[in-house]
């Protein structure tokens, strides 16, 4: 048997043997030369790595010299077809990257497709982390959901519920008269039949005096008993038409309102507080104020009664201060008025106070981007776009009376509690240099 020997020839392009290979199909489509450092796109063209730097460089587009199919991601050299073609035509090889090295300007074109590359690599490397938080965050946001709508749908249909924090005293129905005089005690089983039979409304619940109490057809005539009614009676008068005396009585009193606070000074602390200072100054501004800023000057105290101005507690230098901070740090005040109801709502003070610092972060680094990449002057835009952004939650709130109260609910627990987790995100993607501005006015 005789043995076959395949010789190579460098002036012959033709290759001898049972495969009959020419130097013509291995050649790059825009040089019509033997490839060096053969590059395979998605379409599976391959051309030379640096004719394909070169036409990337005078067409400015990411796309294959032959079909115009777009390439995605960084196309990388075919190292099989790269040995291949080493192996079959040396000399070729070492003749045409010589003169490759040797050309300054097709050197520059590959360094600077080189980056590209690095770029596009790093690009795609932040969009897989950001994908996969963002999938993380979209799993614990999905699951902290579900848990809210199951103890809302516990809290509404609950037998147990307190219907003192679910709706005001003047939408009472006979049964929350009913359940309300259970909730007092055992000691009132001998007058919730009086109750019932009689009919009676939270808004006749609220007129009732030490005189109705004791005549028919009630005849509570146990003095300690008739004033443990008159207190509670007493309690809830007062939750009907001052301050509530906890942020639960406050949204069943007044829903509307607490998604707008909640919203408004979530997302808008300044034109909120304006708002405030403008058109509901004496029922919501000035306890805020009180609460957040006044307790923590020498000159204030908590005992002052309530007919005191908030001009009467305020020097001038005193209220340039608070106007200082409520240009600079409009979230400072939230933390402070939140930080006095520690005791009352454990959890809930702690997650509005994390938010608070998270917001004011965000605003900073907002601020800090615009200012470094010398785009404050688009901060007139910016506003514009934000209000307009607004505009939705605005409608929800006015139209509030409309959408049934479970709803209502549902939404304000879901952002006073959630809000956190977004904010964490969006601080996230700005600390990565993601191209997100996120600016409250």
């Known amino acids: 048997m005789m043995d076959v020997q395949i010789t190579v020839d460098a002036d012959v392009s033709v290759l001898e043997g049972s495969a009959g290979l020419s130097s013509a199909e291995f050649s790059c489509h825009c040089c019509y030369d033997i490839l060096i450092n053969p590059t395979t796109l998605a379409c599976g063209h391959s051309f030379c790595r640096h004719c394909l730097a070169m036409w990337w460089s005078s067409s400015g587009r990411p796309e294959c010299p032959e079909c115009r199919e777009r390439w995605e991601g960084f196309p990388k050299v075919n190292i099989l077809l790269r040995d291949a073609v080493e192996k079959l035509f040396p000399a070729d090889v070492n003749r045409r990257s010589s003169d490759v090295q040797g050309d300054p300007r097709i050197c520059q074109v590959l360094q600077t497709f080189h980056q590209f590359g690095e770029e596009q690599t790093h690009r795609a490397r932040v969009l897989v982390h950001q994908l996969q938080q963002r999938g993380f965050v979209t799993g614990v946001t999905a699951a902290l959901c579900c848990i809210s709508v199951v103890l809302s749908l516990y809290m509404w249909f609950s037998v147990y519920q307190n219907v003192l924090v679910s709706k005001p005293v003047s939408r009472w129905s006979v049964d929350d008269v009913t359940l309300w005089v259970e909730q007092l005690g055992d000691w009132t089983k001998q007058y919730r039949k009086t109750f019932r039979q009689e009919q009676i409304s939270g808004r006749l619940l609220s007129v009732l005096g030490a005189e109705d109490l004791s005549a028919d057809p009630f005849r509570i005539h146990d003095p300690l008993h008739r004033r443990a009614f008159l207190q509670e009676i007493q309690n809830i008068n007062h939750l009907a038409v001052k301050a509530p005396g906890n942020l639960w009585e406050f949204k069943a009193v007044n829903l509307g309102k607490s998604l707008f606070l909640l919203i408004g000074l979530r997302d808008s602390p300044r034109l909120t507080l304006l708002y405030l200072y403008l058109f509901d100054y004496d029922d919501t501004?000035?306890?805020?104020?009180?609460?957040?800023?006044?307790?923590?000057?020498?000159?204030?105290?908590?005992?002052?009664?309530?007919?005191?101005?908030?001009?009467?507690?305020?020097?001038?230098?005193?209220?340039?201060?608070?106007?200082?901070?409520?240009?600079?740090?409009?979230?400072?005040?939230?933390?402070?008025?939140?930080?006095?109801?520690?005791?009352?709502?454990?959890?809930?003070?702690?997650?509005?106070?994390?938010?608070?610092?998270?917001?004011?972060?965000?605003?900073?680094?907002?601020?800090?981007?615009?200012?470094?990449?010398?785009?404050i002057m688009t901060l007139p835009k910016m506003i514009r776009l934000h209000l307009k952004m607004m505009s939705p939650w605005l409608v929800f709130v006015l139209l509030w009376p409309l959408i049934p109260q479970f709803i209502c609910s549902f939404v304000f627990y879901v952002e006073l509690y959630l809000s956190t987790i977004r904010n964490i995100v969006m601080l996230s993607k700005i600390l990565l240099n993601s191209d997100i501005a996120h600016l409250n006015i």
């Open 285 to 375: 501004f000035l306890p805020f104020i009180r609460t957040s800023y006044l307790a923590h000057s020498a000159n204030a105290t908590r005992s002052n009664p309530s007919n005191i101005t908030l001009h009467d507690w305020l020097s001038w230098h005193q209220w340039a201060a608070l106007l200082a901070m409520y240009s600079v740090l409009p979230y400072q005040l939230l933390s402070d008025y939140v930080w006095d109801w520690l005791s009352v709502h454990y959890w809930t003070s702690r997650i509005v106070i994390l938010n608070a610092f998270l917001l004011s972060l965000l605003e900073m680094c907002s601020v800090w981007r615009l200012w470094s990449r010398g785009q």
